[in-house]
């Protein structure tokens, strides 16, 4: 190799190794202005505007780490459970409430009580002010309206079961994961072990379409592929927003009925964060009224936590009657009900 | 004191400095690899220790268990089998059309290789519903939307473009010289039968082992339609204990089913004797195969021009108006940037790693026997557990100024998909003729001169392909990045999930197409090299210039 061509090859290694060790600086955490790192499980285009109203209200950064249904919730709680050690987050928002005491349980997070939770109810709050939840989602039915009539609309869990409806038109995420697992862990609370599971053998017997997530649900019922099925009311909401034919039914509210259950958002301190102060901040700004309200408006919360001047677009002021379930109570038998319905369902 | 350094002097004597990089680069390959699985061990012991109920042996052996895995085995199988199948009858279809045409077709389906499979998935659910509409307005019997059948239809569609991908890159592993000779004395139909396809079979089988780890490694699209795999249980396993070690244990039959495949297609590859022509067609005149032949090759053509269509409308009719992609791709510049760079790195550091592990793979010893386990292992476990290994293992206080930073996304692809780069150079390694790595080592004036001017010419080809495989496996990463992936960034893929689960189904498939059109523009750059590489006759002049070398 003569001389030209050997310099040309060094300064090409060269050139190699520092766009590396560039890339490496620019992609470092910059420590310099106020960061907090929020690990979250909202979905990103409802909560990235409040990260960029926080930003713009405080001047802190904010980092943010989202998780995806498509990895089966397994992702941040797992991360945050293996960083236990040395974390990374500051704060954790969470969709639902289940993975929040599980982390809770594990010791992944501090208590902190917030000034801004001062109004919302205490079925919302841990007693040790290790999370506090608002603005919930309730478990609905979405209904294809060019395909089932009002008056074949299903109104309870157990319309399932009705041979009016033929097991392939009707959808629900698996039981495993999401939302869906803590409703059927809910329903394992209200209605006991033997009614809950012999409910869902029924379902899966049936041959129900078990699907990947509350979303698939809602697009398999919105293409008209399902008659109807049991998805979160922020994919429902979502679904009629963008303008498909479908309604939503909320299950069980006569007088007697379980009523549905209601999953409130929330949010957590993390135990041994590196930046706490700017994490209260965010929690104090997250659980603001304000900020519960900007939720409502942009489609995320359909069921406030307490009095606000706006209401859900989508199902308004209408008084839901919610499960008669304590949160807390959920969580001991979840990883028993979900070992269940693994065995049930996926077979 | 004395003693001791003269026993390091000693030991300097004997190792040269060239041996000490090796060392430590394949020490560097180790570490990034199979450094998460390392995590998960200790992770293991750490709960076997504390005697946590968790780890049970249903864990591993149960009824329900070994029927799904048997289910998803025979899923796998039939899936990767029919795809090889469809790929050879396409492959050889590329043979009667121009070098410019196959070319575009291949690049074409590179492209489509990173768009998530639940794309397809849903994209195929959408037209069986129509088409079911529509035979029922005519009183037809319905396709079944639920099944087995309907979930291999589904896999075999969204694995079509990499199974003829694979299969015409196993095809053209055949020597061309082997092929002319025959052609002069049998009709075209037998070459293909009793020389190409026997010839070609080792290629073939370790293309049909990547499909079949791919295709046991998805539960996307079965579960869309109704087919519970073994994949889904682990998921369920982890969501249901949180226990990586748990996880771990219930993945392990899988572990071994695919680490049985890749054991079945290393034997296969060591058969290869071949010298490749991977970017040219085995025929100087295109082939007359017989009408039967014919027949197949247009079936297999028409499924994939029904794959495209579907595929193309799919994306196309979703994306909207151009004003609406021009502001998804305005909106995503950050990811695609992002996306870009970690691409980058991960080939940068996947690919010489990799050379020098496919040269250890070479030698017929334990120790090359140890290094296919350790390539082996990393592909059959479930990507989430790759992150949280790479948490284990990453963010202790020793190596904690490294946990945080953009390395760990980019270690936990090269982690996954570094393996796939070893394979396909261990190939590539066996292609050329030993004698003339033995002649550069003879002959060569130093290591820059063997690389640069002998041993990179002739690998070309299999590096070429290597990064591009790396690069679209990476593009379309998620599992493992969403558990590494620094606070403040985001990858394409990343984005792509968080509105598909929003159903913003035009900015869905603006992002899908946006990581299509960068694959296609990787693929492009590799092919282009190729060619460049060609016309300045660098390739074909390597191997004259190993006596230019000695002179």
Redesign the interface.
């Known amino acids: 190799?003569n001389h030209k061509?050997?310099t040309l090859?060094i300064s090409g290694i060269i050139l190699?190794v520092g766009?590396?060790l560039l890339?490496?600086l620019?992609?470092?955490?910059h420590e310099q202005q106020r960061?907090v790192?929020?690990?979250t499980s909202v979905?990103?285009?409802f909560s990235e505007p409040i990260f960029r109203s926080f930003e713009n209200q405080t001047g802190i950064?904010?980092?943010?780490?989202?998780?995806?249904?498509?990895?089966?919730?397994?992702?941040?709680?797992?991360?945050l459970?293996?960083?236990k050690?040395?974390p990374?987050?500051d704060v954790f928002w969470s969709a639902e409430f289940v993975q929040t005491l599980?982390l809770k349980n594990e010791s992944v997070l501090a208590p902190y009580s917030s000034p801004s939770a001062y109004d919302i109810p205490a079925k919302y709050r841990d007693p040790d002010n290790y999370w506090a939840g608002f603005g919930g989602r309730a478990r609905v039915f979405i209904v294809n309206t060019d395909r089932l009539s009002p008056d074949n609309y299903p109104h309870s869990i157990y319309d399932m079961l009705d041979s009016r409806y033929p097991g392939?038109s009707i959808g629900i995420a698996?039981p495993?994961?999401g939302t869906m697992?803590t409703q059927s862990a809910a329903l394992y609370s209200v209605l006991g072990q033997d009614k809950a599971r012999l409910l869902l053998t029924d379902l899966n017997k049936r041959?129900i379409?078990?699907?990947?997530?509350n979303?698939?649900v809602?697009?398999?019922v919105?293409?008209?592929?399902l008659d109807f099925g049991l998805t979160d009311s922020d994919?429902a909401c979502?679904?009629i927003q963008?303008g498909s034919h479908v309604t939503i039914i909320l299950p069980d509210q006569k007088e007697g009925e379980m009523g549905t259950l209601i999953i409130p958002s929330t949010i957590a301190l993390i135990a041994g964060a590196h930046h706490i102060e700017e994490g209260k901040a965010f929690i104090d700004f997250v659980l603001d009224p304000n900020t519960e309200t900007s939720l409502v408006t942009a489609g995320w919360i359909q069921l406030p936590s307490r009095n606000i001047s706006v209401h859900s677009p989508c199902i308004g002021n209408t008084e839901i009657h919610g499960m008669a379930v304590n949160y807390t109570d959920i969580y001991p038998g979840l990883?028993r009900t979900?070992?269940d319905l693994?065995?049930i369902?996926?077979? | 004191m004395a003693g001791m350094l003269s026993f390091f002097q000693k030991c300097r004597s004997c190792i040269s400095q060239r041996t000490i990089v090796y060392v430590v680069c394949l020490l560097a390959f180790f570490i990034i690899v199979f450094g998460p699985l390392l995590g998960l061990f200790l992770d293991l012991i750490k709960t076997l220790l504390s005697g946590s109920g968790k780890i049970t042996l249903s864990l591993l052996f149960s009824e329900r268990k070994i029927v799904l895995l048997g289910e998803s085995v025979g899923l796998a199988l039939a899936v990767s089998i029919a795809g090889i199948g469809v790929g050879i009858a396409i492959a050889t279809l590329l043979w009667q059309t121009g070098k410019k045409i196959t070319y575009s077709i291949l690049l074409l389906l590179l492209a489509l290789a990173p768009i998530p499979p639940y794309i397809y998935a849903l994209t195929w659910s959408t037209t069986l519903y129509a088409l079911n509409q529509f035979l029922a307005s005519i009183g037809a019997a319905l396709v079944p939307s639920t099944g087995w059948v309907i979930s291999f239809w589904v896999q075999l569609m969204a694995l079509l473009p990499l199974a003829i991908f694979l299969s015409y890159i196993g095809l053209a592993s055949v020597d061309k010289t082997l092929v002319e000779a025959a052609r002069t004395i049998r009709s075209d139909g037998r070459v293909l039968r009793e020389i190409i396809l026997p010839l070609a079979a080792p290629s073939l089988l370790v293309a049909c082992g990547f499909l079949f780890l791919i295709s046991i490694t998805d539960y996307s699209v079965p579960s869309l339609f109704g087919s519970d795999t073994y994949a889904l249980d682990i998921f369920a396993q982890f969501s249901a204990s949180n226990s990586p070690s748990a996880t771990f244990i219930s993945a392990i039959p899988l572990l071994i089913v695919t680490i049985a495949v890749l054991i079945l297609c290393r034997s296969g590859i060591r058969k290869l004797a071949q010298t490749p022509n991977w970017m040219v067609g085995s025929w100087d005149t295109p082939p007359e195969f017989p009408t039967s032949f014919q027949s197949i090759q247009k079936g297999a053509f028409a499924l994939l021009a029904v794959q495209m269509m579907v595929i193309f409308f799919g994306l196309v009719f979703s994306v909207g108006s151009w004003n609406k992609f021009v502001s998804t791709v305005l909106f995503s510049v950050n990811q695609l940037q992002y996306s870009c760079l970690v691409v980058i790195a991960v080939v940068l550091i996947t690919i010489p790693f990799s050379l020098l592990v496919a040269h250890e793979l070479m030698n017929q010893n334990a120790r090359s026997s140890l290094w296919w386990l350790i390539i082996l292992i990393p592909i059959a476990i479930p990507s989430p557990l790759i992150g949280i290994g790479i948490i284990s293992f990453w963010n202790i206080p020793t190596l904690s100024f490294l946990y945080g930073t953009s390395l760990m996304p980019i270690f936990a692809s090269v982690s996954r998909f570094a393996p796939y780069a070893v394979i396909i150079l261990f190939v590539q390694y066996r292609f050329i003729d030993p004698v003339l790595f033995d002649a550069v080592k003879v002959f060569s004036r130093d290591i820059i001169d063997e690389w640069f001017e002998v041993k990179i010419p002739l690998l070309a080809p299999g590096l070429l392909i290597a990064s591009g495989v790396v690069a679209a496996l990476t593009l379309g990463e998620l599992g493992a990045t969403i558990v590494v992936v620094p606070p403040g960034h985001e990858t394409l893929t990343i984005k792509i999930y968080n509105y598909l689960h929003y159903g913003a189904s035009a900015e869905v498939t603006g992002l899908c197409l946006i990581m299509a059109i960068v694959t296609f523009i990787i693929g492009l750059c590799a092919v282009s090299s190729i060619l460049w590489w060609r016309r300045r006759g660098i390739l074909n002049q390597a191997v004259p210039r190993i006596g230019d070398l000695n002179e």
């Open positions: 190799m061509k050997r090859l190699l766009i590396l890339s490496a620019f992609f470092y955490p960061t790192v929020v690990y979905d990103q285009v950064k904010v980092l943010p780490v989202y998780d995806v249904e498509a990895d089966k919730t397994t992702g941040l709680v797992n991360r459970l293996a960083e050690t040395n990374q987050a599980l392939k698996y495993i994961f697992a041959g379409r078990t699907v990947d997530g979303s698939v809602r697009d398999l919105s293409s008209g592929q994919d979502n679904a963008m990883e979900k070992q693994t065995e369902f996926v077979r």
